[in-house]
C-alpha cells in the first residue's frame, strides 16, 4: 500500500472488520439454531446445494468476461438468491401451513430480507451497473416464486416428482421470456420500445432463454436435495400442501405411544 522502493506501511486489520461479510451465513446459522424444525443434524444436508451452486459460479464466471465489479455484484446477488431458496426451505412449516397467497407473500419477504442483508454485507451497491443488476434480482425472486407456485398448481391434483419438474421447466421458460420482455420495454422508456423489440426480439429472447436456465439450474439441486432426502421432502410436500401429496407437519413423524396405540385397537 506504500511506494514500492520506500518503507513499508503498516495497516492494523481487526478480525471483526470483516463480520460483515458473514451477514448471510448469520442469518442462515440462525434458521438452523432458533427454529426447533431444524435441531436435527440431516438439515445439514442443506449446506450441499449451497456449495455446490457456489462451486458452479467460480467455474462459470471466468467464462463471461465481464468485469471484476460487476461479476462480484453478480456473485453477491447470487449468493443471495441460493440462500434464500435455502432459507425457504428451513423454514417451509412456516410458510406453507397458511393460505397459499399468505404463503407467497412471506416466500417474498424472505428473498428480498436476504437479498437486503447480501447488499448491506457486501457493499454491493458500488458497482455503476448495480441498479440494472438489482432489477434483474427482482426479476429472478418474482420467477423464482412464480415458477414455483404455477408448477405446484399444475400438479395440485395428480403430482410426481418428473411431472413437477417439467411443469417448473416450462414455466421458468415462459415466466422468464415475459419478464424479460417486459424488463426491455420499460428499460427503453417512451422512444417507441415496440419498434425496437421487434428489431431486437432475438437478442432478448436468447437472453430470457440464458435467464431461465440459469434460474432452473439454481432450483435443480434443492429440488434433488427434497426428492432424495425424506427429510426434506416432507418439507416439500408441507410448503406445496397439493391434494395428491400428504399433509405433513413435524409431529406426524413422531412414533405414538402405547396409550394411543391400545385406542386405536
Known amino acids: 500500500m506504500g511506494i514500492k522502493e520506500g518503507t513499508a506501511t503498516v495497516y492494523s486489520w481487526k478480525w471483526y472488520y470483516s463480520m460483515s461479510a458473514l451477514g448471510l451465513w448469520i442469518i442462515l446459522a440462525l434458521a438452523i439454531l432458533l427454529v426447533r424444525d431444524n435441531r436435527d443434524p440431516r438439515v445439514l444436508l442443506i449446506f450441499v446445494p449451497i456449495f455446490l451452486v457456489r462451486l458452479l459460479w467460480s467455474r462459470f464466471q471466468p467464462i463471461l468476461g465481464a468485469p471484476s465489479d460487476v461479476l462480484e455484484v453478480f456473485r453477491v446477488l447470487i449468493d443471495a438468491l441460493v440462500l434464500g431458496i435455502a432459507m425457504l426451505w428451513l423454514l417451509a412449516y412456516k410458510l406453507g401451513n397458511r393460505n397459499r397467497f399468505v404463503s407467497f407473500l412471506l416466500a417474498l419477504v424472505v428473498l ?108 435443480l439441486p434443492f429440488m434433488i436435495l427434497a426428492f432424495v432426502t425424506p427429510f426434506f421432502r416432507e418439507r416439500f410436500y408441507a410448503y406445496f400442501h397439493l391434494k395428491s401429496m400428504p399433509m405433513s407437519s413435524p409431529s406426524s413423524t413422531e412414533k405414538p405411544n402405547n396409550g394411543d396405540l391400545e385406542q386405536t385397537q
Open 112 to 219: 428480498v430480507a436476504v437479498t437486503v442483508v447480501a447488499v448491506v454485507s457486501y457493499q454491493a451497491w458500488s458497482s455503476q451497473a448495480a441498479f440494472q443488476i438489482f432489477v434483474i434480482q427482482a426479476l429472478g425472486i418474482v420467477t423464482m416464486l412464480l415458477v414455483f407456485v404455477l408448477a405446484g398448481w399444475r400438479c395440485r391434483k395428480r403430482y410426481g416428482p418428473w411431472r413437477f419438474m417439467l411443469w417448473l421447466a416450462l414455466w421458468t421458460m415462459v415466466i422468464s421470456l415475459v419478464g424479460m420482455i417486459t424488463f426491455f420495454l420499460i428499460s427503453e422508456g417512451p422512444s417507441d420500445p415496440a419498434k425496437e423489440l421487434i428489431r431486437q426480439i432475438p437478442g432478448v429472447l436468447l437472453v430470457g432463454l440464458i435467464f431461465a436456465i440459469c434460474i432452473y439450474l439454481l432450483n
